[in-house]
């Protein structure tokens, strides 16, 4: 498959699960098999948004540093849009300190935690 076709795909898929009739398990599966496909194509700053975005809508924004961090992609966008900085603002929930990024499912599980009593939501007497 060429990659307009590919990223055709992606963006039907993207569809299907905002109608739910895919499971968030199965997008996740189709946007990782897209980024393992175009990780060493040469990206353009439209590629990257459109990257970030999906990456975003899957709740794995770690798939789109690791672009930069074990691909050596070197270009960026600089040009922000709605979607790139609602995208950006996401990403911020999802840091539990400075080096630390969790994903959505992570996040889910940590938020069950209720620290304000005691450890994991145990009562103490």
Known sequence: MDRIQE???VITQL???FDKKIKDYELIDIICSFFDTIKEDELTPSDLK???YISNICGIPHYYDLLF???DHHVKFNQYDLNSFSSIIYESTLHIDQNIKIHK???SILNKFNLSNSTFGVNSP
């Open 7 to 9: 990223t055709s795909f």
């Open 15 to 17: 569809n299907s699960f």
């Open 50 to 52: 459109f990257l970030k």
């Open 69 to 71: 961090s074990k691909f």
């Open 105 to 107: 499912f992570q996040k």
